[in-house]
């Protein structure tokens, strides 16, 4: 049996920073856990049952909603509560469930800094898989040094999928990941930086990592808020040019 080998992530706070609306959030964390690697070809294989070509690399091509279904076929697996359930292509967080899931990105940047306030926690190419490794795939998870909380990878070898919407004024739909990928240069390889994709999006430097921890309340957990989300939505006038329409 492949284990997912978890970390106990302490409560703290983290401050979140959104580039395009020039804002700050601080988002108060209860404790958590979080997985030591990204979920890997092996854990893939194992529980959803298809092939595994580098056992140990990062599981790949993984959209949001793949990432999601994964995190609950592991719950399946371990005899969980699974964290989701769907209609369709709409996911609800069940925040009170003890199953595996993606992490909120006020989590993820908590856990990836470990008590560090600069862009990475180390020395890049002691910790990160990045451009200057010359890769064309992602390397075998725990190939550099972990940060504090005995993380591996979460800079560079692959992005890494969050719960969170990237910006629903803008790209609607559209989720978070976060981390830097194989290929990204230094810049992009931080903990700060925010990208995105729709949720059926999917690429080769795209993973995830599981996390766990089940909150009292309904809709709002971690830095997260539906009614948060609603509001970021709401734009009052035209959308600008090249801006994602509504339901897409």
């Not at 959104?18 to 529980?47: G, H, W």
């Not at 989701?84 to 993820?108: C, I, K, M, N």
């Not at 600069?118 to 890769?135: H, I």
Request: proline share 6%; hydrophobic share 40%.
């Amino acid at each position: 049996m492949v284990e997912i080998e978890m970390a106990r992530i302490p409560a703290g706070t983290i401050v979140l920073h959104d580039a395009r609306t020039k804002t700050r959030r601080s988002a108060a964390l209860e404790p958590f856990e979080i997985a030591v690697y990204p979920v890997t070809q092996e854990q893939l294989a194992e529980i959803v049952g298809v092939e595994a070509s580098h056992p140990r690399r990062p599981a790949v091509e993984m959209s949001w909603l793949r990432a999601i279904r994964f995190c609950n076929a592991a719950s399946d697996w371990e005899g969980l509560d699974p964290a989701y359930s769907f209609e369709g292509e709409q996911v609800t967080w069940h925040v009170d469930a003890d199953g595996f899931r993606l992490p909120t990105e006020a989590e993820w940047e908590f856990a990836c800094r470990a008590g560090s306030a600069a862009a990475q926690y180390g020395p890049l190419a002691e910790v990160a898989w990045t451009a200057a490794d010359g890769l064309s795939a992602p390397a075998d998870v725990g190939g550099k040094h972990p940060n504090l909380f005995g993380l591996f990878d979460t800079l560079g070898n692959v992005w890494e999928w969050c719960w969170d919407l990237l910006d629903p004024a803008r790209y609607d739909e559209y989720r978070v990941f976060r981390g830097g990928g194989f290929a990204d240069d230094a810049h992009s390889v931080r903990a700060g930086v925010r990208r995105g994709g729709h949720p059926r999006m999917h690429h080769d430097d795209v993973g995830l990592r599981v996390a766990r921890g089940g909150f009292d309340g309904a809709d709002a957990a971690q830095g997260w808020s539906a009614a948060v989300d609603a509001e970021r939505a709401a734009v009052d006038a035209p959308l600008p040019p090249g801006w994602t329409p509504r339901g897409r």
